[in-house]
């Protein structure tokens, strides 16, 4: 019998956490951040490559996978971790954000949102239920509540009507999860915008529904740094220390230092991915362009002191050259690296909370960034 | 001190031989399927997984590498074994194939070949000396000759002209090669298209000039495949039985095993990297194609008693779906399949003809394939 959802506050140094998560399909520590897994694959890793990268647990986006290839189908397939061979743990979001963000034609009302598929040009409906029962059929560890996100800068009439709406949905949400089947999670999702009333009157009625975790939405979405993080300030004290707190489709690695300093547990983005796809490689000395032609003749590796095969084996030389060939090699190279370096900042949060030496971490991290690249030589 | 290149003939049945080559980066068991790295990359492998999918050697082309990054470039970087972190045997083309092939504007004349770059339009030259300097550049186990590739059918004038031609700068390349470090060999290339005369007055001569190994050219260049199998059949008798004999970009698997019986060492082909590219596998039952949608609800694997884990851990389903989504995963993951399944041929024709049972392996192979995909339900 695989072990029901829990989670461990297991060390604090000021707001920050060290935590675990037990779910159905393996361990979670926490700070955690989670490979973005869209379509069912990380996209340019296999499962063991994502795995030996640092992951305990993977996203996978609801509204791509009941498109194509559809949620029944997985589920008759034997679910999602079964599909895309990955045996530990997923969270899979609710498709919210998504039908916003992707479909061209959308229309929200009270029940669910209607929207024009980006695929094939159907109307489709998803609603609060058909969110659940669809993460239900995927088999998901953690699943999320639909939700509306609005993009910042937002009037107040709007942000609080989505705010609202949101809030209706996550109790319909957690009414219809109550038919699924156990050890699986469901999260609720605080919207609100910018507006810090919003946000408290949005986390204290979610907290009043009770929610395995509770995430924050709405950010990262074209608001200042600033402001995102003084909403984590205010919001996450607000959320109940037992539960985990995940803060959503962020972020850079300072915006993971900055909110694991304030209390969040888990984060996703597709920035680690995305940018290895476009030449870009996160280090410990900062962001390095391998597109630029001053790699062209750089024997060094990386970082030969890295965790990572990929950042200690292969010149910059190869890399820019495979980046500038265009050779799909050069985005799997440069995805390995990027989630081996974020896995590898998690891991490093999590063993200076540990020692009551956060903030000395988190100073030391961004020296390193600010040395920049050619600090190196 | 690495050691010096050599040939050791270990068993024959029939025609088939089963031997070893030895080259300064690790033993090549033939028959050999070499995987193509044009780019210095096997399109969508890491170098590990290329080994784990069972190479001994790989290809790269001299064609692409000294236009990009530059063979100059490639020599200060350590070589291409280093540069693409490859520490086992490499042949190199002379690049004289995608001369022919890819550039749009070229003149041969008798001293060099000039063409326009299909990069950036600049025009270069590459004689039988400089295609041996490049390689040496490179830092190849195997270099071959500068020649001249012509498309069938061809009139006879043109096959002898061309022929000829290869004859001459095959004197040369022999000349400029003893300059080279020694421990690398130098392979002659058979050309004469389909004519039988010219196929023979091409291998005396290129045998009387002295290589360490001999490829036929000029083959899978538009004529029917009975043609091909009788000029190999015509030329391989020809050729010294002490040193490897190379079809150079062939085939199919069905090419391949017809080769080994006619006396074949060495192949490469992009076919089972490209073909995995495009959605098809080759598997034990022939080939498959993953875009198909009588895959999409298919739980099985491509083939359960594969040696290959990826054959095995996948269903067809999902590998239909990551084909369809246009997934990156879905290339690698084919990619894969098809060099285990060509690797896991050629080690099948290796124990046949060590066995002596080449004959009914022959047979039994083909009869898979003519059972075909669903003869595994």
Redesign the interface.
């Known amino acids: 019998m695989a072990d029901a959802f829990s989670f461990h506050l297991l060390a604090t140094d000021g707001a920050a956490r060290r935590g675990e998560i037990v779910t159905p399909h393996g361990r979670v520590a926490t700070p955690a951040f989670m490979a973005v897994g869209t379509?069912?694959?990380v996209?340019?890793?296999?499962p063991d490559a994502v795995r030996a990268a640092g992951a305990d647990i993977v996203l996978a986006n609801t509204y791509h996978l009941m498109l194509?290839?559809g949620a029944e189908?997985i589920a008759?397939?034997?679910g999602l971790h079964?599909?895309?061979?990955w045996p530990r743990a997923i969270l899979t979001d609710s498709g919210g954000f998504q039908v916003m963000s992707l479909s061209g034609l959308r229309k929200v009302e009270d029940d669910c949102v209607t929207f024009r598929s980006h695929l094939d040009g159907t109307m489709v409906e998803l609603s609060p239920e058909r969110a659940v029962e669809i993460q239900d059929l995927l088999g998901s560890d953690i699943a999320m509540q639909l939700d509306e996100c609005v993009r910042l800068p937002a009037a107040h009439a709007e942000l609080r009507r989505a705010m609202l709406l949101s809030l209706a949905w996550a109790a319909r949400s957690k009414r219809a999860f109550e038919q699924a089947p156990p050890g699986r999670a469901l999260f609720g999702i605080v919207q609100g915008g910018d507006d810090p009333a919003l946000r408290l009157e949005s986390a204290r009625t979610l907290v009043d529904i009770g929610f395995h975790g509770y995430a924050i939405g709405g950010l990262a979405v074209g608001e200042p740094q600033e402001v995102m993080l003084r909403t984590i300030g205010e919001v996450a004290p607000v959320l109940p220390a037992d539960r985990p707190r995940y803060l959503m489709g962020v972020g850079t690695p300072e915006d993971l230092i900055e909110a694991v300093a304030r209390g969040i547990d888990m984060f996703d983005c597709v920035l680690p991915t995305r940018n290895g796809r476009h030449g870009l490689a996160f280090t410990r000395f900062g962001p390095i362009n391998l597109k630029n032609a001053r790699h062209?003749?750089d024997?060094r590796p990386l970082d030969e002191a890295s965790s990572c095969p990929?950042a200690r084996?292969?010149?910059r030389?190869?890399l820019?050259?495979?980046v500038?060939?265009n050779?799909?090699?050069g985005?799997?190279?440069l995805t390995t690296v990027n989630l081996a370096y974020y896995q590898e900042l998690m891991g490093g949060t999590r063993g200076a909370i540990a020692a009551k030496e956060f903030d000395a971490f988190r100073h030391s991290i961004k020296e390193g960034w600010e040395r920049g690249d050619l600090g190196s030589l």
Chains 1, 2 share one sequence.
Request: proline share 5%; glycine share 6%.
């Open positions: 379509q069912a694959t996209k340019g890793l296999a194509r290839p189908r008759a397939l034997g079964r599909f895309m061979n062209a003749d024997p990929v084996d292969y010149s030389a190869y820019h050259h495979l500038k060939a050779e799909m090699l985005a799997i190279l």
